[in-house]
């Protein structure tokens, strides 16, 4: 998926072909602001002050308590970004708002706003320094209690519309009865699935305050016992020898280094059954040469600042499948979440 540049009559056409729109001052002028503006109308409750129905401006300032002229220059340019319409004097949630942006929609990306603006927004300030010596934020060494919430809400809304298409589309084991997810913290994928598979139960290994904070997520799927947290380590616990049929890596190996990710690898291939599957799920650094992918590119830079790892490209993670034994299998690239994919090998 681009964001492009898309001109609205002859005279823009023309200027873009010619080279003659500065498009540097959309990236640094205009895109922080935009999304600035969307990750504190999320904070402030803007798009739930309006989830009951059309608001004045008038209305809004009363219910959240803003600045009525900061509101409406928020509130203009929410409109133009097509997070509202406005007629009649009141601003009313578009289709695509009330799905993404209200807090109880089960596609809401709500849970990433919060998140992005109370935690992640800061760690931008340390890239001109990541540039220079290489060295991330290391966010998971760093996180008090209160944003591990934030982060285990965020993983959730991350995961709301890519969890659904996994679990129609992964190939995995129609007899298959033990899964580990490793790292995977809410555990949407492993529900997924098990909902799928009647037989299959799951077991979640996950660092201790990862758990702690995303265990009444887990909670609300009401899975009871089919699908349960451990608490553990992936770079330093065993996974045991030929205990699981589906062993699941989702958005992990991003925040390890090839090294690392070789190390998991082997004990996944030790701890499969016959004819089980690693599914390594992640976003994919495009090939050297291939088509430059926005979503791939940004995410690969964003993961290197914020764990100093980054993402990796299909013939990387293949490597470490292969290398650890594994056959390739299958490479399952999301159509919900352009740059995203499931790279499977099997036992």
């Not at 309006?50 to 608001?55: E, S």
């Not at 084991?173 to 913290?185: E, F, V």
């Not at 976003?283 to 600042?305: C, M, Q, V």
């Not at 990387?316 to 352009?338: C, D, F, M, S």
């Amino acid at each position: 998926m681009q964001l492009v540049v898309s001109p609205e009559n002859p005279l823009e056409w023309f200027a873009l072909r010619a080279n003659l729109v500065a498009i540097p001052i959309l990236h640094v002028q205009i895109m922080p602001v935009l999304a600035k503006a969307v990750l504190e109308a999320a904070d402030k409750g803007v798009f739930e002050a309006a989830k009951d129905g059309p608001k004045t401006l008038d209305e809004l300032v009363s219910i959240l308590n803003l600045n009525r002229k900061a509101l409406g220059e928020l509130m203009g340019l929410l409109t133009a970004m097509g997070y509202f319409t406005f007629k009649k004097d009141r601003f009313t949630l578009t289709r695509m708002a009330r799905r993404f942006a209200l807090k109880d929609d089960p596609l809401s990306v709500y849970g990433m706003m919060i998140f992005n603006n109370r935690v992640v927004w800061d760690w931008m300030s340390h890239l001109g320094e990541y540039l220079k010596t290489g060295k991330g934020v290391q966010y998971h060494d760093t996180l008090s209690p209160e944003q591990w919430r934030y982060y285990q809400e965020a993983m959730v809304a991350a995961s709301n519309n890519e969890a659904r298409e996994f679990g129609r589309r992964a190939p995995v084991p129609k007899s298959a009865t033990r899964m580990l997810d490793i790292g995977g913290s809410h555990g949407q994928h492993s529900v997924v699935l098990c909902r799928k598979l009647p037989a299959l139960t799951s077991v979640i290994l996950d660092l201790p305050p990862a758990i702690e904070q995303a265990a009444p997520l887990l909670a609300q799927q009401g899975m009871g016992e089919r699908v349960q947290h451990q608490s553990g380590n992936a770079l330093t616990d065993d996974f045991g020898d030929a205990q699981f049929d589906i062993i699941l890596l989702s958005s992990l190996a991003h925040h390890f280094t090839p090294e690392q990710n070789q190390l998991v690898a082997n004990k996944v291939a030790r701890a499969l059954r016959p004819g089980g599957v690693f599914i390594v799920n992640e976003f994919i650094r495009p090939e050297i040469g291939a088509k430059p992918e926005l979503l791939g590119g940004s995410t690969d830079l964003f993961y290197g600042l914020s764990s100093t790892a980054g993402n990796y490209s299909i013939a990387e993670i293949q490597h470490w499948q292969q290398t650890a034994g594994l056959k390739r299998y299958k490479v399952v690239r999301y159509t919900t979440v352009p740059g995203r994919a499931m790279v499977v090998a099997k036992k």
